[in-house]
């Protein structure tokens, strides 16, 4: 799923100081998961904030949701009649949510609490790691599982490269090199064959290349 | 066993179901300080609530950084609860340590009362 870390408190104080009512609008999907804009995380931010600008002498009103998903009308719908009282929100949400929200409320200032990373997993409580770069086009079939595209720091579709060392990434030693990974599953699973056969140049063009992407899917149209 | 009187105990089963929230709200409604009584460290009868709970404090300290609060006025201490005396000498020093502080800054000059 989607994964963000809080931003900043002081960041934050930065984006509302100018207002006097805040509503403070949390996500109970992907970023509940990984800890960054939740309901506790709205009731913790909320605190905070109050807790600042009392001491600062500064009237703020802080308000507190979360709704279900901010990537959904239906759920956005249900601040239509609560968000009329606040001067500008801070989304908790991913930046797909904080986006719909602002369309959703063209009049109202929609600011980001969170800054969202990356498509991953939580590997253990209070890790969470990146596996997936949406490219579009997924061609784990070949590459037992393990995608170099999110995995490997130069996404390279023909690795490894030279900067590969001890099964680790020229990068960063705490990373382990994408295509030591794939090598080594690919060898567990009997398919190094797949390994010896050249990826054909990938089309970036279903990835971020063509521009803002779309899924049509008819059957579900309306 | 007495301990300073101005010290409110609220009981919970083990310091690992202490969230962050908590020890925050504790500050926002004017407590001057807060400070968790966990079990002694290798002693939790749930094997890392205590150590749960000294990550969230530490955590409760960095929010409180940021917003210009003195983290000091969220501590965590272990003693094991057969320990009666230990616990009033930490109330006594920790009631010391938040008087040097002074009242908690959030309350407003007229809300500031005697806290002790």
Known sequence: ?222 | MSYPSNIRIVKVPCTGSVAPIHLLRTLEKGADGVFVAGCLEGDCHYQAGNLRARKRVDYVQEILKSIGIEPERVVMYNLSAGEGPRFAEIAVEMTEKIRQLGPNPIKRQGDVKETA
Not at chain 1, 48 to 77: H, N, P, V
Not at chain 1, 133 to 152: D, H, W
Not at chain 1, 201 to 217: L, Q, V
């Open chain 1, 1 to 222: 799923m989607i994964m963000a870390k809080a931003k900043p408190i002081e960041e934050i104080i930065d984006e509302i100081k100018e207002f006097k009512r805040i509503l403070i609008a949390g996500c109970n999907g992907c970023v509940t998961v990984c800890e960054a804009g939740g309901m506790k995380e709205v009731e913790v931010l909320a605190s905070a904030l109050r807790m600042y600008f009392k001491k600062a002498g500064q009237d703020m009103e802080i308000g507190e949701i979360s709704l279900t998903r901010q990537c959904d009308k239906e759920y956005i719908k249900e601040l239509r009649d609560g968000i009329g009282k606040y001067d500008a929100v801070v989304s908790l949400a991913c930046g797909a949510g904080v986006q719909f929200l602002a369309e959703m409320y063209e009049t109202k200032p929609i600011l980001p609490g969170v800054d969202t990373c990356f498509i991953g997993v939580t590997e253990e409580p209070g890790v969470w790691t990146e596996r997936c770069a949406a490219c579009g086009e997924c061609m784990l079939a070949s590459t037992g599982g393990i995608c170099p595209i999110a995995r490997c720091s130069k996404r390279m579709a023909n690795g490894p490269c030279g900067g590969s060392s001890d099964g680790k990434c020229e990068v960063n030693k705490e990373i382990a090199c994408g295509w030591q990974l794939i090598y080594d599953r690919l060898k567990a699973l009997g398919q190094l064959d797949r390994f010896e056969k050249p990826v054909s140049p990938k089309n970036w063009k279903t990835s971020r290349d063509g521009g803002p992407r779309k899924i049509i899917r008819e059957v579900s149209r309306q």
